[in-house]
């Protein structure tokens, strides 16, 4: 039972050209999403965050968007870099009134390849 | 300066032996993880501490024990290792654990194969 799914296995955008990743959810309890960015050989790092009050949230040149009744967020980087390219995961939390545990749910990544 | 270190990197072994995997972190937090990323890439939690105190559980064989001897590391002991242990542990580590906007900083991982 995955509660947190990445449909697109990999994705491959031009330098300078917008990289539009997806996430969907089944979960209604979530109210906390993540977006990790994962080199090879190294762990995940974190990306961006959006509460579920929020439908968007920007940080450079990353923009997540929560769609809440469908269930689905997607994470824009515009321009995409080569530097981009890496495996990017996105996770969900249950903050529960504040007591999430820490416990993230992730999705099986997306992985991006920005050509130069 | 590795904030969250893993040792070994790679770990080879053959089934039923007993391996344990090391995990520490210099960032001060009291929090830690360990994460398993299977075959289809899914990375699930497997356990936290906070403060040397067992937080989260998950549905995991009695075959994995963690062990926190401080709040600086946390280390992953497996017992009898089965084919479908094979997989990248990932240990991490947060500042808190109570609300779910702590961001978590993960480990390298280790890629464990079981023969």
């Known amino acids: 039972d995955q509660q947190v799914k990445q449909n697109s296995p990999s994705l491959s955008v031009q330098e300078g050209r917008i990289s539009i990743l997806n996430c969907d959810y089944t979960?209604?309890?979530?109210?906390?999403f993540l977006w990790y960015k994962k080199y090879p050989a190294e762990g995940p790092t974190f990306l961006i965050s959006?509460?579920?009050?929020?439908d968007k949230n920007e940080d450079g040149r990353f923009t997540v968007f929560l769609n809440k009744s469908a269930k689905h967020l997607s994470l824009h980087i515009v321009p995409s870099q080569p530097g981009d390219s890496a495996v990017y995961f996105c996770?969900?939390?249950?903050?529960?009134?504040?007591?999430?545990?820490?416990?993230?749910?992730f999705g099986q990544g997306t992985i991006l390849t920005v050509h130069p | 300066d590795t904030a969250v270190s893993q040792t070994p990197k790679y770990l080879v072994t053959q089934m039923g032996n007993d391996k344990s995997i090391k995990c520490e972190q210099n960032?001060?937090?009291?929090?830690m993880y360990w994460y398993k990323q299977d075959s289809k890439k899914f990375l699930k939690i497997m356990f936290s501490?906070?403060?040397?105190?067992?937080?989260i559980n998950e549905t995991v064989p009695n075959r994995f024990s963690p062990k926190s001897p401080d709040k600086a590391h946390l280390n992953l002991h497996i017992n009898s290792l089965e084919l479908g242990d094979s997989a990248v542990y990932f240990c991490?580590?947060?500042?808190?654990?109570?609300?779910?906007?702590?961001?978590?900083?993960f480990g390298p991982g280790t890629r464990l194969t079981v023969l």
């Open positions: 991490a580590s947060s500042e808190g654990w109570v609300t779910s906007t702590d961001t978590q900083y």
């Open positions: 979960n209604s309890m979530f109210d906390y």
């Open positions: 959006i509460s579920s009050i929020k």
């Open positions: 996770a969900a939390n249950r903050d529960a009134g504040g007591t999430s545990y820490g416990k993230l749910t």
């Open positions: 960032l001060g937090h009291d929090t």
């Open positions: 501490y906070n403060n040397k105190e067992l937080i």
